[in-house]
């Protein structure tokens, strides 16, 4: 997935960011490497994610209004099967699902 300065981009656990410009860098060995440095609307935090590791981080563009359709209609089902099981695993699971970047 490939972004241009200005683009906007949902950063998993961080919100929607503005892509401020593309950068090379000369990182370990000298080897170069681009980056995008993304700035989180709202808290002004920049990161910095290679290019390379766009899907890795779950990096994604906007959803548009189709999409968020289906999210209200999976969020309207009301029988979702949840087995019992200790908090720190269901913190677990929920944090994995952040990560992952999908809104699904």
Known sequence: MNFKVGDLAVYPAQ????????ETKSISGGKKESFYVLRVLDTGVTIMIPM???EQVGLR?????????SI?????????????????RRYRQYMDK???????
């Open 52 to 54: 390379g590791n766009v």
């Open 15 to 22: 919100g929607i960011g503005m892509v401020q410009a593309i």
């Open 98 to 104: 952040l990560k992952s970047g999908s809104p699904f």
């Open 61 to 69: 563009r906007i959803m548009d209004a189709k999409a968020v359709r």
């Open 72 to 88: 209200y209609k999976i969020l309207q089902n009301r029988e979702v099967g949840i087995e019992p099981q200790p908090w720190n």
